[in-house]
């Protein structure tokens, strides 16, 4: 008897793990994945899916070919192995800006794609878009993939929405004000440089950002056609467009078209993340009254429209921010806008760096440290307070003192 039992729990797993492997391998056998109800999906990039399927598939421009960007240290670093390699989830470290790779811009015109996406309640109700192929394939661009939540959704919903042609620019998250800024607007003016933004499908859930962006730039977000929440789409002729963020020649677009040459920077500006969920600088009463010796005013981004936010930092010469979404906000900055800021480098985000020079922002980056519980995204910031005191000379200087 000892053995028997045993033997009886084996026999569940010597049935279902060949059963759970049957998806996969009749996928890979050449089976479209909507026969097993998506539960495998192969995926391949678009450049690779053109090569595969050639002009049946569809086609692709390149418009920027993979380059390297060559930008300076920030200004508080005297030698480049000072900054951190630690590359976490963005594929990229502090050290790799000075000399970072910018992979290719391309627009592709692909062939029966079917869209699909769901939000992620454990993810703060992130959006997650993905891309079918008509042979049942998963396009993968940057913050674009197919993930297993996906086959779960196409196995449930309606059947699809039938569009001849459109244009899908929305990534993982679209709805981020830095996402935004820094990845969806850089696309949408190379598409309206080119005269093709007609058929470009906006979200139907947009933020004040999202709108106010598109007014200033003449365009009327209620004119665009929108996709459904609740329905797939099919596309007989679907344009992408794919970047790298932080690549200048895409982030300068947005600086240009935003700018207003009759306005003269003058203004520094301390964002404060005071009244923010996570983040936070835990000691800001400490560190700000240095701020305020110094000229600048505090101001809460979250109190000002969008077009407010653009016609400040227009007028911003200094601007600097414990680190998080309002630094983005120096894409309307002019060139040489000087940018401080505070970070936890032990949680090395190079980001805000990196987009710093692809504006050409001379750029400081002041250690804090992180306190609290929880990722280490979430937690508050700690910084010392004679940092700060000692930074600030060489970031203000030669500046003319600040119009109050």
Not at 319 to 345: K, Q, S, Y
Request: net charge neutral; hydrophobic share 40%.
């Amino acid at each position: 008897m000892s053995l028997i039992a045993p033997l009886v729990q084996l026999i569940p797993n010597a049935i279902s793990r060949p059963l759970a492997a049957l998806p996969r391998v009749a996928v890979e056998r050449g089976l479209h994945p909507a026969r097993v109800g998506y539960r495998h999906v192969k995926r391949e990039t678009v450049t690779e899916h053109v090569a595969r399927g050639g002009a049946s598939a569809g086609s692709i421009v390149t418009v920027h070919p993979e380059g390297v960007s060559h930008n300076p240290l920030p200004q508080n670093v005297a030698d480049r192995s000072d900054l951190p390699d630690d590359r976490g989830w963005w594929g990229y470290s502090f050290w790799d800006v000075p000399e970072r790779t910018s992979g290719e811009t391309f627009i592709a015109t692909l062939r029966d794609v079917l869209i699909t996406w769901y939000r992620d309640p454990d993810r703060g109700d992130d959006f997650y878009p993905a891309l079918l192929s008509g042979d049942g394939r998963g396009l993968n661009l940057r913050e674009i993939r197919f993930r297993p939540k996906h086959g779960a959704v196409l196995r449930r919903s309606d059947p699809p929405v039938h569009l001849e042609r459109a244009t899908w620019f929305a990534e993982r998250v679209y709805d981020n004000h830095s996402h935004w800024l820094t990845a969806h607007l850089p696309k949408l003016l190379l598409l309206k440089e080119r005269g093709a933004l007609g058929d470009v499908l906006l979200p139907p859930e947009r933020t004040d950002a999202i709108d106010g962006a598109l007014r200033m730039l003449g365009l009327e977000p209620e004119a665009f056609p929108t996709f459904r929440m609740d329905r797939p789409i099919l596309v007989g002729e679907l344009t992408v467009v794919g970047t790298d963020r932080f690549r200048p020649e895409l982030i300068r677009k947005v600086q240009e078209a935003y700018a207003d040459p009759a306005v003269e920077a003058h203004r520094r500006v301390y964002i404060s993340r005071a009244r923010a969920s996570r983040r936070r600088l835990a000691n800001e009463d400490a560190v700000w009254p240095i701020f305020s010796r110094r000229g600048f005013e505090r101001v809460f981004m979250e109190d000002l429209p969008f077009e407010a936010q653009v016609r400040l930092m227009r007028e911003t010469a200094v601007l600097a921010a414990p680190h998080g979404a309002g630094l983005t906000n120096m894409i309307f900055c002019a060139e040489g806008t000087r940018i401080v800021e505070i970070a936890d480098l032990g949680f090395p985000n190079p980001n805000f760096y990196a987009l710093a020079s692809a504006l050409g922002h001379p750029y400081w980056i002041v250690q804090a440290e992180s306190v609290g519980e929880g990722r280490p995204l979430d937690k508050d910031l700690r910084v010392d307070p004679g940092a700060i005191q000692a930074i600030l000379p060489h970031v203000l200087e030669a500046l003319r003192p600040p119009c109050l």
